[in-house]
């Protein structure tokens, strides 16, 4: 072999070596998204859409909603630790989607919503010692849907929605005293189908539509104060060089581990993405997406080191599967 060749196939074979090591220490810098999907077992009722969940005692109570066909009035309870769903006593008002929930004081409530024909404000307790219900006082504001609730330090929250128009009035129920009493309105836009989440005592509101626009803004309700705090919008001009989710409505939100996790939605069409909330910096993180099928109205929850999903819709179709997410785990998306 002469001088020349033996030099080129040296060179040849030192630059693939070097590109070699060069992609490995590459690969060896990138860091895991952390955050994983796992399918558990499928809700036990209809397929549906816009029904509500909350949590009591490390269980999660489920029911109404659409199914595309009909609206629906059962209730059920999952048990993550049989990763099981039992059938409870059906939701005694009118079957309704649209509707909200939350738990306080050891109680369910349920509420407000749409039968198909006209808005509705009637509210119910459920009790899960006894698995039985008991009418409330109506709720105060007007009879609407698509409304937002949280519960907060044992009281419950409900504000927004539509009721022939676009709302951000804002409500406390106090069940010591079985009352509601109206707080100070959303600082932001009025909406519809937003999102809401409670970290640290206080309250997030965020998303939705008003008059077709899918509203960008983020807001803070702190009960201490009765006051509002405008967070940063969610769009280019606020969060210049930041990540950030997407303006829009039907999406899901819940807490695990100090963090708030916002999942899926519609922005004019079902979404899939997953972004993390860090409340003290004000920054969001995106995560690997859902894996289940792109989707909106959903229910999500949390239980434990867990976030939920189940349920939801995707144009006409709409699911009966449910997914459990482990915020510290590597995604195998």
């Known amino acids: 072999m002469n ?108 509420g407000t919503g749409y039968d198909g024909t006209n808005n509705l404000k009637d509210f119910w307790q459920y009790d899960p010692a006894t698995d039985t219900w008991t009418q409330i006082a109506d709720f105060a504001g007007s009879a609407r849907y698509g409304a937002v609730a949280m519960s907060i330090d044992e009281k419950g929250y409900v504000g927004a929605g539509y009721d022939g128009n676009y709302l951000k009035d804002f409500w406390q129920y106090d ?32 998303g939705g539509r008003n008059n077709g626009i899918f509203e960008s803004d983020l807001l803070e309700y702190d009960p201490a104060t009765g006051s509002w705090r405008n967070l940063k919008n969610l769009n280019e001009t606020a969060r210049e060089g930041e990540a950030y989710p997407s303006p829009r409505a039907f999406a899901t939100a819940f807490v695990v581990n100090d963090k708030a996790y916002l999942v899926s939605g519609t922005n004019g069409a079902a979404l899939s993405d997953v972004w993390e909330y860090d ?16 989707r909106e109205a959903a229910v999500g929850f949390a239980i434990g080191n867990y976030g939920y999903i189940a349920t939801g819709a995707s ?19």
């Open 175 to 206: 069940p010591a005293s079985g009352t509601w009493v109206e707080k100070v309105g959303l600082s932001g836009a009025k909406r519809v189908n937003g999102f809401a989440f409670v970290f640290n005592g206080k309250g997030y509101i965020g």
């Open 3 to 110: 001088i020349t060749l033996r030099f080129l196939l040296t060179l040849i074979f030192v630059g693939f070596t070097l590109g070699t090591l060069s992609s490995c220490d590459s690969d060896s810098d990138d860091e895991a998204v952390l955050g994983d999907w796992e399918k558990r077992s499928d809700f036990a009722g209809v397929a549906r859409s816009a029904a509500v969940a909350f949590t009591i005692d490390g269980k999660a109570y489920m029911g109404t909603g659409h199914s595309g066909s009909a609206r629906l009035q059962d209730f059920w309870q999952y048990d993550p630790d049989q990763n099981a769903w039992f059938r409870k006593a059906d939701f005694p008002g009118a079957a309704r989607s649209g509707a909200v929930g939350f738990a306080a004081n050891g109680m369910g409530y349920i």
């Open 315 to 333: 144009g006409t179709y709409r699911f009966d599967d449910l997914w459990r997410f482990d915020p510290t785990l590597d995604s195998d998306y």
């Open 279 to 294: 409340v003290a910096s004000d920054l969001w993180v995106q995560k690997d997406p859902f894996e289940g099928s792109p």
